[in-house]
């Protein structure tokens, strides 16, 4: 699940919860909207959890070396 499913499931819950009036036989829209914003959440939570680690451990560290040129100074004259 991603970001935008995530963001996508707690709107459709946010919907139902609070922008729902009617009834439908046996359903309970207010649970199920609940249930919908609560997976959302968890399922937000977590991909931002995996995409902060998705480079491996020591990535950012491994890739900031710093710049050396090892070719020897220029002579008199350049």
């Not at 995530?6 to 036989?25: D, K, P, Q």
């Not at 990535?59 to 040129?69: E, H, I, S, T």
């Amino acid at each position: 699940m991603g970001i935008g499913v995530g963001l996508l499931l707690i709107a459709a819950g946010a919907v139902l919860v609070w922008g729902v009036n009617g009834n439908i036989g046996g359903v309970n829209e207010d649970a199920i909207g609940w249930i919908l914003m609560i997976v959302g959440a968890v399922g937000l939570v977590l991909s931002m959890i995996f995409w902060s680690t998705w480079a491996g451990p020591g990535y950012w560290a491994r890739r900031r070396g710093g710049y050396v040129d090892e070719a020897p100074p220029p002579g008199p004259g350049y």
